[in-house]
């Protein structure tokens, strides 16, 4: 059988072993998958596909809209009515038989040219490229159409963007922003000579995911070349505290440094997001009015009149909560601290577990899940203290625990405040797998959010959040034919979004049951 990338030129081949030494150091993971081609249907430009029997759900205003047939031509919505068309030669007629419409998923926050491993050894190479073709697919297979990626090796991302956009890879529409736009050596804190000597030589082939500076007259420089590659916002990181194991305070951005990033974003049109663990960098985020915060804090419960000010200034948040429950890991310690054993977080880690041993072939190569599980081990074998100057890049448990501690109630917070809450997943960090946007729908749930608020968070209030409102997120005359078709009503059951029974995407149909990922 021949491989899928038997066919790459020795210069993709060798971007391909860049792109997957610069995640990080792994154990040897064995084998490799084919990825077999799909080919959604649709119709000719200039003809019409016509959704019939479709109970329509408003994701504005939480109201279903029952037996509506939608018209589609050219991949944009044209009409919306109650009545049944008569279709021209060319045409085609899709009959739901009153299944549920939602328009297509968005996932707010994810790393798409990472593939959800703990470390990397190039005897998986073929595995781990594997896996980040798979990405784009499970995006889709899972009902998301479009992904908003958090910072990427850039040349890689281009390339698979390019496949999407000529057929050869099934995948989710990408708004991204480059590389993250960082000081040197602040976070993610992972220099690749730190690795490996050798890991910076593939830097050329992938582009770098650290835009990291060392001075103003660098910054300006790489932000211009970073946003003249079809960029659409700015991704920063706030805080001084390190998110790994072992690892204590980074660098930061001077003043100076903040005031040139917003101001060149500002000249520019470009939007801002921002990683925010701690009140530290929520404050900084606070005054430079960034455009969005990025995750949960950790270390503080917000007093209302940070929040309103929040709110005041008109500044979203994507809480990706599910981050804290995966890699809250009580697999480091020898017994749970008194403080992480609340009700709630007792459910998480039960939810956690049920998950990580269950069958995951949709969302993840079998090996990759399976070297994540075993490298858990690496907490409780050098302790949480030595494991960055051993070289052992894991995330700091503590932080995800406080997340669960005091993310949810400051969530709530702003939600009352009427803050703009998106939804994402951070895919593609450890454990975090593309494809799992219902992972983080329920969990607002269990936090406390209705099924209509969930359903706004992950497709309108993250359409508004990634500036394409006036193109996605719900499903009206005039947006892409974008929809997610599900057996039930998410209204009343949001479990139904695991599992879509067709994705719609710029009209054209993919039909979940034939994308296979492997042969």
């Known amino acids: 059988m021949e491989h899928p990338f038997s066919k790459m030129t020795r210069r993709q081949l060798l971007r391909t072993a860049a792109a997957s030494a610069l995640l990080m150091e792994i154990p040897n993971v064995s084998g490799c998958s084919s990825l077999p081609k799909y080919q959604p249907s649709g119709v000719d430009k200039g003809k019409s596909l016509y959704v019939i029997h479709s109970d329509v759900v408003d994701v504005v205003h939480g109201v279903i809209l029952h037996d509506r047939t ?12 109650d009545q049944i068309p008569s279709p021209r030669e060319g045409d085609l007629i899709l009959d739901l038989k009153n299944k549920f419409v939602i328009p297509g998923l968005i996932d707010a926050h994810c790393h798409a040219t990472m593939p959800g491993e703990s470390a990397f050894n190039p005897s998986g190479i073929l595995t781990t490229m594997n896996q980040l073709k798979r990405n784009y697919v499970q995006q889709i297979k899972h009902g998301v159409t479009t992904v908003r990626d958090m910072g990427a090796m850039p040349k890689v991302l281009h390339d698979f963007i390019a496949q999407i956009e000529k057929g050869e890879l099934t995948g989710p529409r990408v708004v991204y922003c480059n590389s993250f736009t960082n000081v040197y050596r602040g976070h993610p804190s992972i220099d690749p000579a730190d690795v490996s000597i050798f890991l910076p030589m593939g830097a050329p082939l992938t582009g770098d995911m650290n835009l990291w500076f060392k001075d103003t007259k660098e910054l300006a420089e790489k932000m211009r070349e970073n946003s003249s590659r ?43 997001s921002g990683h925010v663990h701690t009140k530290f960098g929520f404050d900084r985020a606070l005054q430079y009015g960034i455009g969005s915060m990025e995750h949960s804090i950790a ?33 480091a310690y ?14 998480e880690m039960r939810i956690r577990r049920e998950y990580i041993n269950s069958l995951l072939e949709d969302y993840t190569e079998k090996s990759i899940h399976e070297r994540n599980i075993a490298y858990l081990k690496t907490y409780r074998k050098y302790g949480l203290d030595n494991l960055y100057q051993k070289g052992k890049y894991m995330a700091n448990p503590e932080i995800y625990f406080n997340i669960l501690l005091v993310g949810p109630r400051n969530l709530m917070a702003m939600k009352d405040q009427g803050i703009l809450i998106g939804c994402g997943t ?79 995407k710029n009209g054209e149909i993919y039909d979940l049951g034939k994308i296979k990922f492997n042969v």
């Open 70 to 81: 939608i018209a589609v031509r050219d991949g944009y919505i044209e009409a919306m009515y």
């Open 230 to 272: 079809g960029a659409t916002f700015i991704k920063l990181t706030m805080d001084k505290k390190s998110c790994l194991a072992g690892k204590s305070e980074i660098p930061v951005y001077a003043d100076e440094h903040l005031n040139m990033i917003f101001d060149f974003a500002q000249k520019n049109n470009l939007a801002t």
């Open 299 to 331: 270390d503080a419960v917000l007093t209302e009149k940070e929040v309103a000010a929040m709110a005041k200034k008109k500044i979203a948040i994507v809480p990706t909560v599910i981050i804290g429950q995966m890699l809250a890991a009580p697999e």
């Open 426 to 504: 951070d895919a593609g960090v450890p454990l975090s797998y593309h494809g799992t946007l219902w992972r983080e729908m329920e969990m607002l749930g269990r936090i406390g959010f209705s099924n209509s608020e969930i359903l706004q968070c992950s497709t309108i209030n993250n359409a508004k959040i990634i500036g394409m409102a006036d193109k996605i997120g719900s499903v009206e005359v005039g947006k892409y034919a974008d929809l997610t078709i599900l057996q039930e009503n998410p209204l009343k059951n949001i479990e139904t979004c695991r599992n879509p029974k067709l994705v719609i």
């Open 334 to 347: 020898d017994e749970l601290p008194p403080k992480y054993r609340t009700d709630f977080i007792d459910r």
